[in-house]
Protein backbone atom coordinates (compact mmCIF):
# COMPACT_ATOMS: atom_id res chain seq x y z
CA UNK A 1 0.00 0.00 0.00
CA UNK A 2 1.46 3.89 -0.84
CA UNK A 3 1.55 5.79 2.74
CA UNK A 4 1.50 8.91 3.17
CA UNK A 5 4.69 10.29 3.74
CA UNK A 6 6.68 13.46 3.64
CA UNK A 7 10.30 14.91 3.17
CA UNK A 8 11.10 14.00 6.79
CA UNK A 9 10.03 10.34 7.03
CA UNK A 10 6.55 10.87 8.73
CA UNK A 11 4.15 9.04 7.82
CA UNK A 12 0.19 10.04 7.80
CA UNK A 13 -2.15 7.24 9.00
CA UNK A 14 -4.69 9.90 10.89
CA UNK A 15 -6.80 12.57 9.80
CA UNK A 16 -8.81 15.09 11.89
CA UNK A 17 -12.11 16.11 9.86
CA UNK A 18 -13.82 19.42 10.83
CA UNK A 19 -17.60 18.79 10.08
CA UNK A 20 -18.64 22.27 10.32
CA UNK A 21 -17.14 25.39 11.62
CA UNK A 22 -20.32 26.75 13.68
CA UNK A 23 -20.52 26.41 17.20
CA UNK A 24 -23.05 26.76 19.90
CA UNK A 25 -20.14 28.02 22.22
CA UNK A 26 -17.39 30.89 22.07
CA UNK A 27 -14.82 29.74 23.86
CA UNK A 28 -12.18 32.53 24.45
CA UNK A 29 -9.19 31.09 23.25
CA UNK A 30 -11.22 29.81 20.12
CA UNK A 31 -13.01 32.42 18.80
CA UNK A 32 -14.15 35.65 18.70
CA UNK A 33 -17.54 36.93 20.43
CA UNK A 34 -18.68 38.54 17.56
CA UNK A 35 -17.70 39.07 14.16
CA UNK A 36 -17.18 35.74 12.64
CA UNK A 37 -18.46 34.73 9.25
CA UNK A 38 -19.72 30.69 8.83
CA UNK A 39 -19.74 29.05 5.85
CA UNK A 40 -22.77 28.48 3.67
CA UNK A 41 -24.46 25.65 4.03
CA UNK A 42 -23.73 24.71 0.44
CA UNK A 43 -20.13 25.12 1.21
CA UNK A 44 -19.77 22.86 3.76
CA UNK A 45 -18.76 19.10 2.54
CA UNK A 46 -21.68 17.00 2.69
CA UNK A 47 -21.87 13.33 4.78
CA UNK A 48 -20.96 11.16 1.26
CA UNK A 49 -18.16 13.84 0.39
CA UNK A 50 -16.67 12.93 3.80
CA UNK A 51 -17.29 8.91 3.47
CA UNK A 52 -16.00 8.82 -0.15
CA UNK A 53 -13.23 10.99 0.62
CA UNK A 54 -11.91 8.48 3.66
CA UNK A 55 -12.93 5.80 1.12
CA UNK A 56 -9.84 6.83 -1.04
CA UNK A 57 -7.76 7.85 2.16
CA UNK A 58 -7.65 4.33 3.65
CA UNK A 59 -6.29 3.05 0.43
CA UNK A 60 -3.37 5.21 1.38
CA UNK A 61 -3.00 4.00 5.18
CA UNK A 62 -4.77 6.34 6.80
CA UNK A 63 -6.51 4.39 9.50
CA UNK A 64 -7.72 6.46 12.51
CA UNK A 65 -9.98 9.36 12.13
CA UNK A 66 -11.01 11.97 14.63
CA UNK A 67 -14.17 14.20 14.28
CA UNK A 68 -14.08 18.14 15.03
CA UNK A 69 -15.07 21.28 14.34
CA UNK A 70 -16.59 23.79 15.30
CA UNK A 71 -18.97 21.38 17.38
CA UNK A 72 -19.42 18.66 15.89
CA UNK A 73 -22.27 17.81 17.28
CA UNK A 74 -24.34 20.38 15.53
CA UNK A 75 -24.56 18.08 12.24
CA UNK A 76 -28.24 16.61 12.21
CA UNK A 77 -26.34 13.59 10.19
CA UNK A 78 -23.31 13.26 12.60
CA UNK A 79 -24.67 9.69 13.48
CA UNK A 80 -24.99 8.56 10.00
CA UNK A 81 -21.41 10.38 9.13
CA UNK A 82 -20.22 8.06 12.31
CA UNK A 83 -22.23 4.95 10.90
CA UNK A 84 -20.87 5.62 7.18
CA UNK A 85 -17.15 5.83 8.51
CA UNK A 86 -17.09 2.93 11.05
CA UNK A 87 -18.60 0.72 7.66
CA UNK A 88 -14.88 1.25 6.14
CA UNK A 89 -13.13 -1.57 7.18
CA UNK A 90 -9.81 0.30 6.97
CA UNK A 91 -10.55 2.53 9.48
CA UNK A 92 -9.55 1.26 12.95
CA UNK A 93 -10.53 4.18 15.03
CA UNK A 94 -13.43 6.80 15.10
CA UNK A 95 -13.55 9.33 17.66
CA UNK A 96 -14.68 12.63 18.40
CA UNK A 97 -13.92 16.25 19.97
CA UNK A 98 -16.81 17.88 21.38
CA UNK A 99 -17.84 20.36 24.07
CA UNK A 100 -20.56 18.16 25.20
CA UNK A 101 -23.34 20.33 25.40
CA UNK A 102 -25.62 17.35 23.14
CA UNK A 103 -23.73 14.71 24.49
CA UNK A 104 -26.61 13.51 26.70
CA UNK A 105 -28.88 13.39 23.88
CA UNK A 106 -26.52 11.74 20.54
CA UNK A 107 -24.62 9.50 22.49
CA UNK A 108 -26.53 6.09 22.66
CA UNK A 109 -26.70 6.57 18.60
CA UNK A 110 -23.38 7.58 18.14
CA UNK A 111 -22.25 4.57 20.32
CA UNK A 112 -24.28 2.74 18.49
CA UNK A 113 -23.27 4.04 14.97
CA UNK A 114 -19.43 3.04 15.61
CA UNK A 115 -18.19 5.78 17.31
CA UNK A 116 -15.01 4.16 19.81
CA UNK A 117 -14.40 7.34 21.91
CA UNK A 118 -15.17 10.88 22.95
CA UNK A 119 -12.62 14.03 23.54
CA UNK A 120 -14.89 16.30 25.86
CA UNK A 121 -13.63 20.23 26.51
CA UNK A 122 -13.40 21.34 29.89
CA UNK A 123 -11.76 24.55 30.85
CA UNK A 124 -13.64 25.13 34.16
CA UNK A 125 -14.96 22.97 37.08
CA UNK A 126 -16.13 26.24 38.36
CA UNK A 127 -20.00 27.07 36.80
CA UNK A 128 -19.71 31.21 36.83
CA UNK A 129 -16.09 30.79 35.27
CA UNK A 130 -17.22 28.10 32.60
CA UNK A 131 -19.92 30.16 31.75
CA UNK A 132 -17.82 33.00 31.10
CA UNK A 133 -15.19 31.13 29.31
CA UNK A 134 -16.69 29.70 26.68
CA UNK A 135 -19.17 32.71 26.57
CA UNK A 136 -22.73 30.93 27.42
CA UNK A 137 -21.78 27.48 28.44
CA UNK A 138 -23.36 24.84 31.07
CA UNK A 139 -20.76 22.88 33.10
CA UNK A 140 -23.72 20.76 34.04
CA UNK A 141 -23.97 19.47 30.98
CA UNK A 142 -20.83 18.65 30.42
CA UNK A 143 -20.32 16.93 33.73
CA UNK A 144 -23.82 14.94 32.45
CA UNK A 145 -22.16 13.91 29.39
CA UNK A 146 -19.08 12.55 31.21
CA UNK A 147 -21.29 10.52 33.08
CA UNK A 148 -23.57 9.56 29.88
CA UNK A 149 -20.02 9.03 28.08
CA UNK A 150 -19.12 6.48 30.77
CA UNK A 151 -22.61 4.94 30.84
CA UNK A 152 -22.61 4.18 27.00
CA UNK A 153 -18.89 2.80 27.08
CA UNK A 154 -16.81 5.39 25.37
CA UNK A 155 -13.35 4.36 26.71
CA UNK A 156 -10.47 6.08 27.07
CA UNK A 157 -12.46 9.44 28.10
CA UNK A 158 -10.37 12.20 27.21
CA UNK A 159 -11.09 15.98 28.88
CA UNK A 160 -9.52 18.64 26.98
CA UNK A 161 -8.51 21.53 29.37
CA UNK A 162 -6.71 24.67 27.55
CA UNK A 163 -4.61 26.29 30.45
CA UNK A 164 -5.18 30.13 30.24
CA UNK A 165 -3.29 32.52 32.40
CA UNK A 166 -5.62 34.44 34.73
CA UNK A 167 -8.74 32.30 34.17
CA UNK A 168 -8.21 28.47 34.99
CA UNK A 169 -4.58 28.41 36.29
CA UNK A 170 -5.58 28.08 39.47
CA UNK A 171 -7.80 25.45 39.25
CA UNK A 172 -4.70 22.82 38.62
CA UNK A 173 -5.34 20.54 41.53
CA UNK A 174 -9.01 20.58 40.99
CA UNK A 175 -8.63 18.69 37.52
CA UNK A 176 -5.68 16.62 39.01
CA UNK A 177 -8.27 15.55 42.03
CA UNK A 178 -10.81 14.69 39.40
CA UNK A 179 -8.45 11.49 38.10
CA UNK A 180 -8.63 10.15 41.88
CA UNK A 181 -11.69 8.02 41.42
CA UNK A 182 -12.56 8.43 37.47
CA UNK A 183 -10.52 6.34 34.85
CA UNK A 184 -10.78 9.39 32.82
CA UNK A 185 -7.06 11.01 30.97
CA UNK A 186 -7.31 14.74 31.58
CA UNK A 187 -5.31 16.38 29.24
CA UNK A 188 -3.80 19.78 29.40
CA UNK A 189 -3.23 21.69 26.64
CA UNK A 190 -0.89 25.05 25.84
CA UNK A 191 -2.77 27.98 24.48
CA UNK A 192 -1.74 27.97 20.88
CA UNK A 193 -1.56 31.24 18.78
CA UNK A 194 -4.22 29.74 15.87
CA UNK A 195 -5.59 32.81 13.88
CA UNK A 196 -4.58 34.97 16.87
CA UNK A 197 -2.39 37.58 15.03
CA UNK A 198 -1.66 40.31 16.59
CA UNK A 199 -3.98 39.77 19.71
CA UNK A 200 -3.32 38.98 23.12
CA UNK A 201 -2.64 35.54 23.49
CA UNK A 202 1.20 35.57 24.86
CA UNK A 203 -0.68 37.17 28.15
CA UNK A 204 -2.59 34.51 28.52
CA UNK A 205 -0.45 31.59 27.57
CA UNK A 206 1.44 29.86 30.25
CA UNK A 207 3.75 26.92 29.53
CA UNK A 208 2.58 23.03 31.28
CA UNK A 209 6.03 23.23 33.53
CA UNK A 210 3.28 24.72 35.56
CA UNK A 211 1.44 21.81 36.37
CA UNK A 212 4.55 20.11 37.47
CA UNK A 213 5.06 22.91 39.64
CA UNK A 214 1.60 22.73 40.80
CA UNK A 215 1.95 19.03 41.72
CA UNK A 216 5.47 19.80 43.52
CA UNK A 217 4.08 22.59 45.47
CA UNK A 218 1.10 20.55 46.48
CA UNK A 219 2.89 17.38 47.24
CA UNK A 220 1.21 15.62 45.10
CA UNK A 221 3.55 12.45 43.86
CA UNK A 222 3.14 11.18 39.95
CA UNK A 223 4.41 8.78 37.93
CA UNK A 224 4.56 8.72 33.92
CA UNK A 225 2.56 5.84 32.16
CA UNK A 226 2.37 5.35 28.55
CA UNK A 227 -0.75 2.94 27.63
CA UNK A 228 -3.07 5.10 26.80
CA UNK A 229 -5.43 4.39 23.48
CA UNK A 230 -4.85 7.35 21.13
CA UNK A 231 -2.37 8.73 22.54
CA UNK A 232 -0.53 11.04 20.21
CA UNK A 233 1.29 13.75 21.94
CA UNK A 234 0.41 13.96 25.31
CA UNK A 235 2.92 12.81 28.06
CA UNK A 236 0.77 10.98 30.09
CA UNK A 237 1.05 10.54 34.17
CA UNK A 238 -0.78 9.18 37.64
CA UNK A 239 -1.35 10.59 40.55
CA UNK A 240 -0.10 7.89 42.97
CA UNK A 241 -3.44 5.53 43.69
CA UNK A 242 -5.48 7.44 41.29
CA UNK A 243 -7.80 5.82 38.90
CA UNK A 244 -7.63 8.45 36.29
CA UNK A 245 -4.53 9.77 34.28
CA UNK A 246 -3.43 12.96 32.95
CA UNK A 247 -2.00 14.08 30.10
CA UNK A 248 0.26 17.21 29.06
CA UNK A 249 0.15 18.53 25.50
CA UNK A 250 2.16 21.48 24.69
CA UNK A 251 3.31 22.49 21.05
CA UNK A 252 4.73 25.71 22.57
CA UNK A 253 7.03 25.27 25.00
CA UNK A 254 8.37 22.12 23.15
CA UNK A 255 6.77 20.81 20.03
CA UNK A 256 6.24 17.34 18.71
CA UNK A 257 6.30 18.05 15.43
CA UNK A 258 8.81 15.46 14.67
CA UNK A 259 6.61 12.58 15.21
CA UNK A 260 3.53 14.30 13.66
CA UNK A 261 1.36 11.71 12.00
CA UNK A 262 -1.57 13.62 10.54
CA UNK A 263 -3.54 15.44 8.35
CA UNK A 264 -6.72 18.07 8.72
CA UNK A 265 -9.51 18.58 6.77
CA UNK A 266 -11.64 21.54 7.00
CA UNK A 267 -15.48 21.86 7.08
CA UNK A 268 -15.22 23.32 2.97
CA UNK A 269 -12.85 20.26 1.67
CA UNK A 270 -9.40 22.01 2.43
CA UNK A 271 -6.25 19.56 3.33
CA UNK A 272 -3.76 20.75 6.13
CA UNK A 273 -0.58 19.36 6.18
CA UNK A 274 -0.04 21.49 9.83
CA UNK A 275 -2.26 23.21 12.08
CA UNK A 276 -0.22 26.41 12.15
CA UNK A 277 0.89 27.31 8.86
CA UNK A 278 -1.72 29.04 6.22
CA UNK A 279 -1.14 26.60 3.15
CA UNK A 280 -3.97 24.55 2.56
CA UNK A 281 -5.70 23.02 -0.81
CA UNK A 282 -8.78 22.19 -1.77
CA UNK A 283 -9.89 18.63 -2.40
CA UNK A 284 -13.59 19.41 -2.89
CA UNK A 285 -13.61 19.45 -6.59
CA UNK A 286 -11.39 16.06 -6.99
CA UNK A 287 -13.29 13.12 -4.87
CA UNK A 288 -14.81 11.99 -7.80
CA UNK A 289 -11.40 11.55 -9.26
CA UNK A 290 -9.40 10.11 -6.67
CA UNK A 291 -6.34 9.62 -8.56
CA UNK A 292 -5.98 13.63 -9.45
CA UNK A 293 -7.00 13.77 -5.38
CA UNK A 294 -4.31 11.97 -3.97
CA UNK A 295 -1.64 13.69 -5.86
CA UNK A 296 -3.10 16.79 -4.61
CA UNK A 297 -2.46 15.37 -0.59
CA UNK A 298 0.18 14.12 -1.48
CA UNK A 299 1.59 17.37 -2.69
CA UNK A 300 0.04 19.22 0.28
CA UNK A 301 2.59 16.59 2.47
CA UNK A 302 5.60 17.19 0.08
CA UNK A 303 5.43 21.17 0.79
CA UNK A 304 4.46 20.22 4.87
CA UNK A 305 7.47 22.28 7.22
CA UNK A 306 9.52 20.37 9.10
CA UNK A 307 7.70 21.94 12.24
CA UNK A 308 5.37 25.03 13.24
CA UNK A 309 7.02 28.22 15.01
CA UNK A 310 4.56 28.97 17.79
CA UNK A 311 7.51 29.00 20.09
CA UNK A 312 9.08 31.78 17.68
CA UNK A 313 5.54 33.53 17.21
CA UNK A 314 6.14 33.78 21.38
CA UNK A 315 9.16 35.95 20.89
CA UNK A 316 8.02 37.85 18.52
CA UNK A 317 10.59 36.76 15.63
CA UNK A 318 10.34 36.29 12.18
CA UNK A 319 8.45 33.19 10.69
CA UNK A 320 9.78 31.26 8.29
CA UNK A 321 6.07 31.07 6.73
CA UNK A 322 2.97 32.30 6.99
CA UNK A 323 0.91 31.26 10.23
CA UNK A 324 -3.00 30.99 9.35
CA UNK A 325 -5.49 33.36 9.41
CA UNK A 326 -8.38 30.65 10.44
CA UNK A 327 -9.75 30.14 13.77
CA UNK A 328 -9.18 27.28 15.80
CA UNK A 329 -13.20 26.67 15.30
CA UNK A 330 -12.40 26.65 11.29
CA UNK A 331 -9.96 24.07 11.62
CA UNK A 332 -10.76 21.64 13.75
CA UNK A 333 -7.72 21.85 16.63
N1 LIG B 1 -16.17 22.15 19.68
C1 LIG B 1 -15.42 21.01 20.02
C2 LIG B 1 -14.74 21.17 21.35
O1 LIG B 1 -14.61 22.29 21.82
O2 LIG B 1 -14.33 20.16 21.92
C3 LIG B 1 -14.41 20.61 18.97
C4 LIG B 1 -13.67 21.70 18.26
S1 LIG B 1 -12.46 22.57 19.23
C5 LIG B 1 -11.77 23.69 18.05
C6 LIG B 1 -11.20 21.32 19.43
C7 LIG B 1 -10.26 21.54 20.59
O3 LIG B 1 -9.43 22.66 20.30
C8 LIG B 1 -10.93 21.83 21.91
O4 LIG B 1 -10.51 20.91 22.89
C9 LIG B 1 -10.47 23.23 22.26
O5 LIG B 1 -10.31 23.38 23.64
C10 LIG B 1 -9.16 23.30 21.51
N2 LIG B 1 -8.74 24.68 21.22
C11 LIG B 1 -9.44 25.65 20.59
N3 LIG B 1 -8.71 26.78 20.48
C12 LIG B 1 -7.51 26.53 21.05
C13 LIG B 1 -6.32 27.28 21.26
N4 LIG B 1 -6.21 28.54 20.83
N5 LIG B 1 -5.29 26.68 21.88
C14 LIG B 1 -5.37 25.39 22.31
N6 LIG B 1 -6.46 24.62 22.14
C15 LIG B 1 -7.52 25.18 21.52
FE1 LIG C 1 -16.82 25.93 19.99
FE2 LIG C 1 -15.08 24.05 20.56
FE3 LIG C 1 -14.24 26.46 19.74
FE4 LIG C 1 -15.35 26.22 22.12
S1 LIG C 1 -13.43 25.27 21.44
S2 LIG C 1 -15.83 27.81 20.58
S3 LIG C 1 -16.82 24.65 21.83
S4 LIG C 1 -15.36 25.03 18.55
Not at 62 to 76: N, Y
Not at 77 to 98: C, K, M, N, R, W
Not at 113 to 135: C, H, M, P, W, Y
Not at 150 to 169: C, T, Y
Amino acid sequence: MPLLTDRFGRVHDYIRISVTDRCNLRCVYCMPEEGMTFLPHEKVLSKDEIIDFMKIMVGYGIKKVRITGGEPLLRTDIVDIIAGLSAIPEIEDIAVTTNAMYLVKKAEALKEAGLTRVNISLDSLQEDRFKTITRGGRLQKVLDGIAKAEEVGFFPIKLNVVLIKGQNDDEILDFLEFTRDKDINIRFIEYMPIGHAGDSWKKQYLSLQTIFDACDEAGFAYQPVDSIRGNGPSENFRLEGAKGTFGLIHPVSSHFCASCNRLRLTADGYIKACLYWDEEMNIRPLIKDPEKLMELVQQSIDNKPESHEMAIALQDEMQSHKPTTRRMSQIGG
